[in-house]
């Protein structure tokens, strides 16, 4: 008779110490704060029930860790990042999560596995708002997330255009820098040239 592991390992089950070990032995990976082994394929679904695993139910995952969750970086942020709708009264957001109240529309969160997530799109655009400098790690992220929610960066331009942000100017020169970057990125190959004999 098998016994069945699960999904993911948390130091509440192993210590921490022998989880590290057991992944420098090879025998399991990392999943933001959780553990899995190696025959357990890394999917959105299994960074969203890790996130799951430490986030209080009523947090939506989001900027970066959304990011993480969709495949988009290949690790979570060092601090778990949450929001909760400005909308719905909910519980508290503890300080070890680097919480915010947003307003979130229609579309603009899913459930993968057991964690609420904003959508790709969504992720992408807060990504192109967060304060601070615009890096192209961010930019890259932004496409990626755009790419698969099947978003031209042109329908976030316009949602920011409607938007109450404040700098949103430069916001939307960070969108135009990014139709310029998809633009570079998805110009056809020009082929072998033919040289003259």
Known sequence: MTALLPRLFRP???????LMALCLDGQLYRVGDSFATL???????????????????????DRGTAAWIHGARAAPSHRPQVCVDAR???GRIPPEFDGRQ??????????????????PARTALDLLC??????PDAAAQVLYLLDRAGVPVSSIKSRMRG????NARRYLARADQLSARARSVLRPF???????R
């Open 88 to 90: 719905s009264r909910g």
């Open 39 to 61: 025959d357990t394929p890394d999917s959105a679904a299994l960074r969203a029930a890790a996130f799951a695993s430490s986030a209080p139910s009523h947090v939506i995952a």
């Open 12 to 18: 509440d089950v192993l210590p921490l110490a022998e």
């Open 163 to 166: 938007s109450s942000r404040t």
């Open 130 to 135: 967060v304060d601070g400098r615009f890096s």
């Open 102 to 119: 947003t307003t979130l529309s229609r579309g603009d969160v899913q459930l993968i596995d057991e964690a609420r997530v904003t959508s």
């Open 190 to 196: 020009p082929g072998p040239t033919r040289s003259s």
